[in-house]
Nanobody, 121 residues
Framework: QVQLVESGGGLVQAGESLRLSCAAS????????MGWYRQAPGKQRELVAD???????RYADSVKGRFTISRDNAKNTVYLQMNSLEPEDTAVYYC???????????????WGQGTQVTVSS
């Protein structure tokens, strides 16, 4: 069994910062990509940022220069530092990991339960 548990969401004012964390645990053999998606009400889920096991990062244009993704491979944890938050960043943020399970011996996408980020103007 593999679990991804997010933390760090909340309510902040525009211009403030939040840091999201996501820890993967359970029967994990190896993790490749980890990252964050978000979904605002009435909108499709979109990629925010992701990072490979080697540290290569990718960001949505809307968050470049404001958000920073990082990971601790020893802890199977990915972080998202969000600065200069805007009301448009309000959404449920989902962590994901592309990993191989010890149980299935197959690569697959695994998701966290989501954490709410609300930015007031």
């Amino acid at each position: 069994q593999v679990q991804l548990v997010e933390s760090g969401g909340g309510l902040v004012q525009a211009g403030e910062s939040l840091r999201l964390s996501c820890a993967a645990s359970g029967s994990i053999f190896s993790i490749n990509d980890m990252g964050w998606y978000r979904q605002a009400p009435g909108k499709q889920r979109e990629l925010v940022a992701d990072i490979t096991s080697g540290g290569t990062t990718r960001y949505a244009d809307s968050v470049k220069g404001r958000f920073t993704i990082s990971r601790d491979n020893a802890k199977n944890t990915v972080y998202l530092q969000m600065n200069s938050l805007e009301p448009e960043d309000t959404a449920v943020y989902y962590c994901y990991a592309y990993l191989m399970s010890v149980t299935t011996k197959r690569w697959g996408d695994y998701w966290g339960q989501g954490t709410q980020v609300t930015v007031s103007s």
